[in-house]
């Protein structure tokens, strides 16, 4: 399998900007998950994808946080009106039940890093 | 409230030596447990598992122990190497259906192993 890919690495934005980033999961992985990781913290779950539709959100993703799937493969995160306290690391993660695949067994994105100035 | 604690920020460790990871968790609907290793600016990498239904689970050089009556799993590096030297996080997971199996993560812990 290739890996979860996530696109772009680093963003740097200002405040107020709005921001995109894309997550590639592993090929059919039929889960999809958003995490947050800030400086000192492990990783928080912000929301959960099986195939194309949204099951799960956190109330950490506030309504200026929207998430899509579109056809089930990659998946969108999108901040709009940056804040601050917006700055994080953004991971994704996929999983699968699929040929007796362990479905809690997570497999993790590099992460986009996110700074807003 | 941290339902997963990872009580020790940070371990130091002689090349050669066990590494003994430690993790408490607090929710009893936590069925499965994970460990992961994280190095800076990259994301976080799957190690090993266990199911609340077994207390051991043994992958080459790693193995976690859980011990459900007091909440508590670790994971056992040995020997440790310098490359071992990242962050680890327990994580922990209810069963699934209205779950989702999400994770829930500790704050990590430093392991640095000295050559």
């Known amino acids: 399998d290739t890996g979860v890919s996530q696109d772009p690495r680093h963003k740097i934005t200002k405040r107020g900007q709005n921001v995109t980033f894309r997550c590639d999961p592993i090929s059919e992985h039929n889960r999809l998950y958003w995490y947050r990781q800030t400086l000192g913290q492990g990783p928080e779950f912000l929301t959960y994808?099986?195939?194309?539709?949204?099951?799960?959100k956190s109330r950490l993703l506030s309504d200026r946080f929207s998430a899509e799937r579109p056809k089930g493969s990659f998946s969108t995160l999108e901040i709009q009106r940056t804040e601050q306290g917006d700055s994080a690391m953004y991971l994704c993660?996929?999983?699968?039940?699929?040929?007796?695949?362990?479905?809690?067994?997570?497999?993790f994105g590099p992460g986009t890093r996110l700074t807003v100035t | 409230d941290q339902q997963v604690k990872q009580n020790s920020p940070s371990l130091s460790v002689q090349e050669g030596r066990i590494s003994i990871l430690n993790c408490d968790y607090t929710?009893?609907?936590?069925?499965?447990f994970l460990w992961y290793k994280k190095y800076p600016a990259e994301g976080p990498t799957f190690l090993i598992s266990?199911?609340?239904?077994?207390d051991k689970n043994e992958d080459g050089r790693f193995t976690v122990f859980l011990n459900k009556s007091a909440k508590h799993l670790s994971l056992h590096i040995v020997p440790s190497q310098p490359g071992d030297s990242a962050v680890y996080f327990c994580?922990?997971?209810?069963?699934?259906?209205?779950?989702?199996?999400?994770?829930?993560f500790g704050k990590g812990t430093l392991l640095t192993v000295n050559p």
């Open positions: 993660a996929s999983s699968t039940n699929y040929g007796g695949r362990r479905v809690y067994e997570q497999y």
């Open positions: 994580a922990a997971s209810p069963h699934g259906g209205g779950s989702n199996y999400k994770l829930t």
């Open positions: 929710n009893s609907m936590f069925d499965y």
């Open positions: 266990i199911s609340s239904i077994k």
């Open positions: 994808f099986q195939n194309e539709a949204q099951l799960e």
